[in-house]
């Protein structure tokens, strides 16, 4: 299996909905904190920003599978799935850790913006060993 990152994430009063479920918008926070974790085991983001380099996303693609609702745990799984010269697709899952079912999967695709031109630049090297470690 691919390496990746591993974050459980604890519900809070604040996650919820009207409904008594884990906000939609809470899982695209998740996806945030997984995505920058992961980046970061192979470049800091103060690295990054110091080449005035920057993360972006471009396209996020979220199912919902199940709901989640105040106390439960959900542990969140990424990994780098594919990269180009100047792009990176990340997956996540999100699973329940009462129950162990899936209850959301994604899909992002960013890339690394030079901030001093306003394009995609090319990913560094350091983060495309993510890809390497991940063959």
């Given at each position: 299996?691919?390496?990746?990152?591993?974050?459980?994430?604890?519900?809070?009063?604040?996650?919820?909905d009207f409904a008594g479920v884990v906000s939609?918008?809470?899982?695209?926070?998740w996806l945030e904190d997984l995505r920058m974790?992961?980046?970061?085991?192979?470049?800091?983001?103060?690295?990054?920003?110091?080449?005035?380099?920057?993360?972006?996303?471009?396209?996020?693609?979220?199912?919902?599978?199940?709901?989640?609702?105040?106390?439960?745990?959900?542990?969140?799984?990424?990994?780098?799935?594919?990269?180009?010269?100047?792009?990176?697709?990340?997956?996540?899952?999100?699973?329940?850790?009462?129950?162990?079912?899936?209850?959301?999967?994604?899909?992002?695709?960013?890339?690394?913006?030079?901030?001093?031109?306003?394009?995609?630049?090319?990913?560094?090297?350091?983060?495309?060993?993510?890809?390497?470690?991940n063959a």
């Amino acid at each position: 299996m691919n390496p990746m990152i591993i974050i459980d994430f604890e519900v809070k009063t604040y996650d919820i909905d009207f409904a008594g479920v884990v906000s939609n918008l809470v899982y695209v926070r998740w996806l945030e904190d997984l995505r920058m974790s992961y980046l970061s085991s192979a470049m800091s983001l103060e690295a990054l920003v110091a080449q005035k380099l920057f993360p972006t996303l471009v396209h996020t693609a979220i199912n919902y599978r199940g709901p989640v609702r105040f106390p439960d745990h959900v542990r969140g799984e990424m990994r780098l799935v594919e990269t180009g010269k100047t792009s990176l697709t990340l997956e996540a899952v999100f699973r329940s850790l009462r129950t162990g079912d899936v209850v959301a999967d994604a899909r992002q695709v960013g890339l690394i913006l030079d901030a001093n031109t306003g394009r995609p630049a090319l990913v560094p090297k350091e983060i495309l060993g993510l890809m390497t470690e991940n063959a």
